[in-house]
Every structure is written in structure tokens, then in C-alpha cells.
Nanobody, 118 residues
Framework: DVQLQASGGGSVQSGGSLRLSCAAS????????IGWFRQAPGKEREGVSC????????FHEPEVRHRFTISRDNNKNTVYLQMNSLKPEDTAVYSC???????????WGQGTQVTVSS
């Protein structure tokens, strides 16, 4: 079975840090780009960051650039999202997904809650 398990969420004060993990199994992890989305209450889901299958290319949405860093360890089938200088507007459920760059097949995992208080 394909699994993408996000973890590492929690409650922090504004300015704090969290590191999210996305542990994958059941598919060829190293062939897939991995990304993070988030969805806040009452808002649409939005992309946050993504990383290529080899980890040599990354992208961060402007609102998180210079605060969030995405990385991956293909030996551990895990992607990380280091989130620094957190703001209350970062509060959301964060989910990870995998996407094959050629076949465009996607897998989605369960989210983890991040709450940032002012």
C-alpha cells in the first residue's frame, strides 16, 4: 500500500520553528517529486514547497521563501520541511504529496496540524 505520513506538527508561538516530516512507502520514492500543501480553516488549499526527485531543485511559494526549507533523504524515503520564523498566518493542516514528473501520477498523504499563536 502507498503511504505518505506527515508528522511533526504542533503548536508554537510566533517566531518559533517546527520541522515537518513526510515518510513514504509503497512506491518508488526516488522517482517522484514531493511537495507540501497547506489548508487553513475556511481557505482553499495552497502549495507551499516542492522538491525534485533527486533533491537538486526546490521551490518555495513567496510567502514562505526565506523562512521554510524543503529537503529530502532518499535513503530514508523521507522529505522534510523546516519552518522557521513562523507566523500566525502559517496556521494550517500541512499535507505532503508525491508526483511523478513523467506519468503525472500523484499520491497524497494525511496532514499534520500546525498552529502558530501570536
Amino acid at each position: 500500500d502507498v503511504q505518505l505520513q506527515a508528522s511533526g506538527g504542533g503548536s508554537v508561538q510566533s517566531g518559533g520553528s517546527l520541522r515537518l516530516s513526510c515518510a513514504a512507502s509503497g512506491f518508488a520514492f526516488g522517482d517522484y517529486a514531493i511537495g507540501w500543501f497547506r489548508q487553513a480553516p475556511g481557505k482553499e488549499r495552497e502549495g507551499v514547497s516542492c522538491i525534485s526527485n533527486r533533491g537538486d531543485n526546490t521551490f518555495h511559494e513567496p510567502e514562505v521563501r526565506h523562512r521554510f526549507t524543503i529537503s529530502r533523504d532518499n535513503n530514508k524515503n523521507t522529505v522534510y520541511l523546516q519552518m522557521n520564523s513562523l507566523k500566525p498566518e502559517d496556521t494550517a493542516v500541512y499535507s505532503c504529496y508525491a508526483k511523478h514528473p513523467i506519468t503525472r501520477r500523484e499520491y497524497w498523504g494525511q496532514g499534520t496540524q500546525v498552529t502558530v499563536s501570536s
